[in-house]
T-cell receptor
Framework: GQQVMQIPQYQHVQEGEDFTTYCNSSTTLSNIQWYKQRPGGHPVFLIQLVKSGEVKKQKRLTFQFGEAKKNSSLHITATQTTDVGTYFCAGRNFGNEKLTFGTGTRLTIIP | AAGVIQSPRHLIKEKRETATLKCYPIPRHDTVYWYQQGPGQDPQFLISFYEKMQSDKGSIPDRFSAQQFSDYHSELNMSSLELGDSALYFC???????????????FGPGTRLTVL
């Protein structure tokens, strides 16, 4: 079955440093979504990428979808304490409704 | 704005008991999803419904069943509970992929099930 892996599993950064998480799918995706889950909370949608090579920005967050539509990345510039949480990518295959969540990257910020 | 509502928020059951979790999607959303999230793990897709019909199935045990009712709320029924069923169960709703190319999923707050 489809597998979606993320690296790193954990990332500890000093406040103000940059952070990147990488997502790799075993299959070509129709689209990929990113979610953030705060400790004790539920996943919250961040963005959806559909086109090959697509890049989207949300303030300090930059999302990229690979040319082959099998990988994606999320980059946060100048992290803040509010960025703490686990970031999940979630891929959808063509013709399917279900999302396959990645293994997640847990970000902690050292003030 | 209205969000996805789940009840109960917490549930404690004994082994071999049954449990029913409820989900009320965002109004006008036609698709409901159920996920199971163990401690420190990613959400695992269980099952989804589109317009009250099962639309996709994931790693849902045979002991579990779910349905969507005419008012679009959904229930996840879990029987013969096992210790390993202890987890957070999320419901999410969205517009279906057939009706919208942009179908972010809105998650409810989850039901924390503890099986003793």
């Amino acid at each position: 079955g489809q597998q979606v892996m993320q690296i790193p599993q954990y990332q500890h950064v000093q406040e103000g440093e940059d952070f990147t998480t990488y997502c790799n799918s075993s299959t070509t995706l129709s689209n990929i979504q990113w979610y953030k889950q705060r400790p004790g909370g539920h996943p919250v949608f961040l963005i959806q990428l559909v086109k090959s090579g697509e890049v989207k920005k949300q303030k300090r967050l930059t999302f990229q979808f690979g040319e082959a539509k099998k990988n994606s990345s999320l980059h946060i510039t100048a992290t803040q304490t509010t960025d703490v949480g686990t970031y999940f990518c979630a891929g959808r295959n063509f013709g399917n409704e279900k999302l396959t969540f990645g293994t997640g990257t847990r970000l902690t910020i050292i003030p | 704005a209205a969000g996805v509502i789940q009840s109960p928020r917490h549930l404690i059951k004994e082994k071999r008991e049954t449990a029913t979790l409820k989900c009320y999607p965002i109004p006008r959303h036609d698709t409901v999803y159920w996920y199971q999230q163990g401690p420190g793990q990613d959400p695992q897709f269980l099952i989804s419904f589109y317009e009250k019909m099962q639309s996709d199935k994931g790693s849902i045990p045979d002991r579990f069943s779910a349905q969507q009712f005419s008012d679009y709320h959904s229930e996840l029924n879990m029987s013969s509970l096992e210790l390993g069923d202890s987890a957070l169960y999320f419901c999410a709703s969205s517009l279906n992929v057939l009706s919208s190319s942009y179908n972010e999923q809105f998650f409810g707050p989850g039901t924390r099930l503890t099986v003793l």
